[in-house]
């Protein structure tokens, strides 16, 4: 039988029971497909379990139970702030986080003060969830925490920092800037990445030489065609089609990578004011 005609007691009881993780996130999603009254109190019940498995089960569930706008949103998230009064384990609170993550278009300032309270902690986890928690917050006390999490010694935490500040608000301030040009040189390229799209977004002047400083070093992933169309600047186009070139010239270049090279190259064409001579370069 499909596992999506099981009944929602039989896949409790695997998540319950199943002594591996292998079909665990399989489970959760069938469960979040089923919105109602039930599954939710069930939810509930296991996050008061004194065993954390449980709890993550029941929290992991209420995370994306339904879609927007989730039907039980409110209880939701008061049951998550009650959680983090009392969780200890770092793995659990990390769900928590996630789960505000995924809900956390509402929160106030009360409850985003309650998580960056988190930012000092010592515990990868729970830093990682802290990020997801915040992202897309205009809001100082979250910017800040994100800034600071830009500068973690892990690059998984500074890059999604990184890309919370950059690319997932809207706010443009010093500090902001700041922050974006201290990962411009980071040796995590996605972060790299993530800082010069952030800065291109806010139409920073001095990002250009950089981007071309990319192009020509021709080490970089699709995040880097962003920032060139979000400055829009035609002449980024000879480094481009030298770029392209090299690559179709090689037979170990991910082809969707050269779409999406090609693709940029022909928005960049298009968004150039109309009279703007434009040399055949590719």
């Known amino acids: 039988m499909c596992k999506k005609n ?3 007691e039989k896949l409790f009881a695997r998540l319950l029971n199943n002594k591996s993780k292998k079909s665990y996130w399989e489970h959760i999603s069938i469960l979040r ?3 109602d009254e039930d599954v939710f109190r069930q939810c509930v019940t296991l996050t008061t379990s004194d065993i954390p498995k449980n709890r993550m089960i029941g929290i992991d569930v209420l995370a994306q139970l339904g879609v927007h706008p989730r039907p039980f949103y409110n209880e939701t998230i008061d049951r998550y702030f009650e959680l983090l009064e009392n969780e200890k384990e770092p793995i659990v609170i990390m769900s928590i986080l996630y789960g505000i993550g ?5 929160l106030n ?3 985003i003060k309650k998580l960056c309270a988190y930012a000092d902690t010592k515990s990868s986890l729970i830093k990682e969830g802290l990020v ?3 992202l897309g917050k205009n809001d100082d006390d979250a910017i800040t925490t994100l800034i600071s999490l830009s500068m973690d010694k892990l690059s998984h935490i500074r890059d999604w920092a990184t890309f919370g500040i950059g690319s997932q608000i809207e706010d443009d301030t010093i500090e902001i800037r700041n922050a974006l040009w201290k990962r411009i040189d980071d040796k995590h390229q996605e972060t790299k990445l993530e800082a010069i799209a952030g800065l ?6 001095r990002i250009k030489e950089i981007i071309k400083r990319e192009l020509l070093d021709g080490e970089y992933g699709t995040l880097l065609f962003e920032a060139i169309l979000d400055v829009n600047d035609k002449d980024f186009l000879p480094l481009l089609c030298q770029n392209l070139k090299s690559a179709e010239d090689s037979t170990d270049i991910n082809p969707e990578w050269i779409k999406e090279l090609k693709l940029c190259i022909t928005k960049l064409e298009e968004a150039m004011p109309r009279g703007v001579a434009l040399p055949n370069f590719c």
């Open 200 to 205: 291109a977004k806010r139409k920073d002047s």
């Open 132 to 134: 997801f928690s915040l």
């Open 109 to 111: 300032k009360i409850q």
């Open 6 to 8: 099981w009944t929602t």
């Open 33 to 35: 497909s089923r919105p």
């Open 102 to 106: 995924h809900n956390n278009e509402n």
